[in-house]
């Protein structure tokens, strides 16, 4: 019999019986308890020290010394720095947290849809594998980056949210408010999650008044925190803005593309674009005659002009506020960002087919196998660390080192292939399950709507934003994996017994009862 079989009132009960009386899943717990411990214990033996990643790194530890209101990043990781600084500044307790709540917030996850759907043994085992024994999650954890934290909220959140789909309440609504809000302040990628929530609300199945103070719950929270922000730049700088960074990325992104047009096809800009047209065509005609020096510009979707003093952006930047000093200040980079924003978004319009050619797809096939970025080797292959790391951590020097031969994270080689199979096996699997007509499983296919919309937004999202990294998948992937996983289950289930595919699936999800 092929079945996606709903569990949590027979003979389950409560969430809480489930993780823990259940035989099968109490040992669950204990293997992974064990696996952390034992995981975390050898990775800190190895890496010793946090790891650091330039910009990034530093600019959230700079924000929480001075306990910054805004910065170059969403403030919510630094106040979680400055926070956690007041019980201990031990780099090594404080990478400790970031695993164990990464780790949780899978676990969380995947047991959701373990008491959910009755999953056969060798999914389960594969499922629980993927979340407890995945690396990727201790590198991570170790670098002093928003990254494990922002995946550990978005896994909550999306959680959250297959609870709401399944069985709404009051307190799950504000839970996964609460739970959004504090996910957007640690990054702005999940600018798009209040839409999927606030879908998912609408949807559910509970009482319009309920509805609304969930949705204006979302609506509120966010909105005074965006206003808050943007009341802070307008002090700052006397621009009303929410968030510089995206001005730059999106005048990055357009540069991609733009530095592959010739000289003789180049448009006329406005005239507010003029000076800031004229260093970039100057740079661009300057790296295309000696392009064997600027090896940069053979990268496809590059970050560069972001952050390299002699990108054009950093030179007009400096160039307008009349200085030498290449020192970041965050008056002069805020500034930028509405006139780069307003100039990158002109560059697209102008030239789509070379920014489709030169960002897009490139994007589309890192989205496809993410390369590693700084993952590949511990804190980006250098054996110091900026005086900020030294003062915050109380290190006695500014080095850092690793009882191994070099600082390569070669355990990682495999997870940019992992990542593409992964999504190749949640489209097929999805093609299959369709074609066998698994949407007439009405509880799994709401759940499954949700995962196949969230994960068709984040790749939207991903590849039109900004370039695509591995550290940013780990949530998606998850997702990815554990659907693609039950899919599996029921075409294989199918294969076997296809007379009863749909007349012998038995489910009770409508009846499905809140943890206790």
Request: aromatic share 18%; proline share 5%; glycine share 4%.
């Amino acid at each position: 019999m092929s079945q996606i079989q709903h569990t949590p009132e027979s003979p389950h009960g409560s969430f809480q019986d489930f993780l823990f009386r259940n035989k099968g899943n109490k040992s669950y717990l204990y293997i992974a308890a064990v696996a952390i411990l034992i995981q975390l214990t050898i990775f800190k033996y190895f890496y010793p020290y946090a790891g650091f990643i330039l910009q990034d790194s530093y600019a959230y530890l700079l924000s929480a010394f001075w306990n910054d209101s805004i910065g170059i990043y969403p403030v919510g990781y630094p106040q979680f720095l400055r926070f956690f600084s007041v019980f201990t500044r031990s780099d090594t307790i404080l990478v400790a947290f970031q695993y164990v709540l990464l780790e949780i917030s899978s676990l969380f996850f995947v047991f959701t849809i373990f008491y959910t759907y009755r999953c056969r043994r060798l999914t389960k085992n594969l499922v629980f594998g993927f979340a407890v024994f995945n690396p990727v999650n201790l590198y991570i954890a170790n670098y002093i980056s928003s990254d494990s934290v922002f995946a550990a909220l978005s896994l909550i959140w999306f959680t959250l949210l297959i609870w709401i789909v399944l069985k709404p309440s009051v307190h799950l609504l504000m839970l996964q408010a609460i739970v959004i809000f504090l996910a957007f302040t640690v990054r702005y990628n999940a600018l798009y999650y209040p839409i999927i929530s606030i879908a998912v609300i609408l949807f559910s199945r509970q009482k319009p008044l309920h509805k609304l103070s969930g949705i204006l719950t979302i609506v509120l929270t966010i909105g005074l925190f965006i206003w808050y922000t943007t009341q802070k730049y307008y002090e700052l700088t006397g621009i009303r803005q929410f968030s510089p960074f995206s001005g730059w990325q999106i005048a990055n992104n357009a540069i991609n593309g733009y530095r592959y047009i010739e000289k003789v096809d180049r448009k006329p800009v406005p005239e507010q674009f003029k000076k800031l047209d004229q260093i970039t065509r100057k740079y661009i005609d300057s790296t295309h005659r000696n392009i064997l020096v600027n090896l940069q510009e053979l990268q496809l979707g590059t970050t560069y002009y972001m952050w390299k003093t002699p990108s054009p952006l950093q030179q007009y930047m400096l160039k307008a506020f009349h200085t030498r000093d290449t020192v970041f200040n965050l008056k002069r980079w805020a500034s930028m960002g509405p006139l780069y924003s307003a100039y990158g978004l002109f560059l697209m319009r102008q030239y789509p087919s070379e920014y489709k050619s030169s960002f897009l797809i490139p994007n589309v096939a890192k989205f496809c196998a993410p390369p590693l970025e700084f993952l590949e080797a511990y804190n980006m292959g250098q054996d110091t660390v900026a005086g900020i790391a030294t003062a915050w951590f109380h290190y006695k020097s500014n080095r850092v080192s690793v009882r191994l031969n070099d600082f390569k994270a070669r355990v990682l080689v495999f997870y940019p292939i992992l990542i593409g199979c992964v999504n190749f096996l949640f489209i097929t699997s999805f093609l299959c399950f369709m074609i066998l007509k698994g949407y007439n499983i009405k509880p799994f296919i709401r759940l499954l709507s949700l995962a196949g919309n969230f994960l068709i937004i984040n790749f939207c999202f991903s590849v039109f934003s900004a370039p695509v990294y591995a550290r940013h998948q780990i949530f998606p992937t998850l997702v990815s994996l554990v659907f693609a996983s039950i899919m599996i289950e029921y075409v294989c289930n199918a294969a076997f017994t296809p007379a009863k595919l749909s007349s012998s699936v038995h489910t009770t999800a409508d009846n499905l009862s809140m943890p206790g």
